[in-house]
T-cell receptor, first 112, second 114 residues
Framework: GQNIDQPTEMTATEGAIVQINCTYQTSGFNGLFWYQQHAGEAPTFLSYNVLDGLEEKGRFSSFLSRSKGYSYLLLKELQMKDSASYLCAVILEHTGANNLFFGTGTRLTVIP | GAVVSQHPSWVICKSGTSVKIECRSLDFQATTMFWYRQFPKQSLMLMATSNEGSKATYEQGVEKDKFLINHASLTLSTLTVTSAHPEDSSFYIC??????????FGPGTRLLVL
């Protein structure tokens, strides 16, 4: 089976930096996605990593180590609107399609 | 670009009725569409994968006769929850994928079965 782990909840202060970790054990790997999901809404795409290393996109960066089965999402200069769930998802080739398997998500609360 | 819509956004129905949810890719052609279900405070669980013109592939534990999926065109997939029961109440989200691996999600449909 597939196993993707993230912390359930995190709290951080406005203006600070927060790192959300994700570890995975999956059969097959075609890349890892990070999505942001506000309560009651659909996930929105943040980043995609398939090679080892850091991908930077504005205030958000994502890191991947395939050998360690590990990724993190780094959020800088936190804003109140960053309060949301952050979903780590591994893409697997499965029955001919490229399927996403999601972790449980990390609920981030940004406080003043 | 890469906008996915779902309709309806909210459904309340009586137990035993069937509910159809539409998923459309508005500005791109989706070779593959995915249907997910999300219960409160839980992550998304993949229900099925559908490719245009072929039968959907269902995940283990998802009843194909209860959750009927039709992917009639490159921009439209429908999920029909047949004979819905209260335990089917959930947030149903579709996503669409074109040439790349990124999935773009619809806004979701909240189903409440009384």
């Amino acid at each position: 089976g597939q196993n993707i782990d993230q912390p359930t909840e995190m709290t951080a202060t406005e203006g600070a930096i927060v790192q959300i970790n994700c570890t995975y054990q999956t059969s097959g790997f075609n890349g890892l996605f990070w999505y942001q999901q506000h309560a009651g809404e659909a996930p929105t795409f943040l980043s995609y990593n398939v090679l080892d290393g850091l991908e930077e996109k504005g205030r958000f960066s994502s890191f991947l180590s395939r050998s360690k089965g590990y990724s993190y999402l780094l959020l800088k200069e936190l804003q109140m609107k960053d309060s949301a769930s952050y979903l780590c998802a591994v893409i697997l080739e499965h029955t001919g399609a490229n399927n996403l398997f999601f972790g449980t998500g990390t609920r981030l609360t940004v406080i003043p | 670009g890469a906008v996915v819509s779902q309709h309806p956004s909210w459904v309340i129905c009586k137990s035993g009725t069937s509910v159809k949810i539409e998923c459309r890719s508005l500005d791109f052609q989706a070779t593959t569409m995915f249907w997910y279900r999300q219960f409160p405070k839980q992550s998304l669980m993949l229900m099925a994968t559908s490719n245009e013109g072929s039968k959907a592939t269902y995940e283990q534990g998802v009843e194909k006769d209860k959750f009927l999926i039709n992917h009639a065109s490159l921009t439209l997939s429908t999920l029909t929850v047949t004979s819905a029961h209260p335990e089917d109440s959930s947030f149903y989200i579709c996503s669409a994928q074109s040439a790349g691996l990124t999935q773009y999600f619809g806004p979701g449909t909240r189903l409440l079965v009384l």
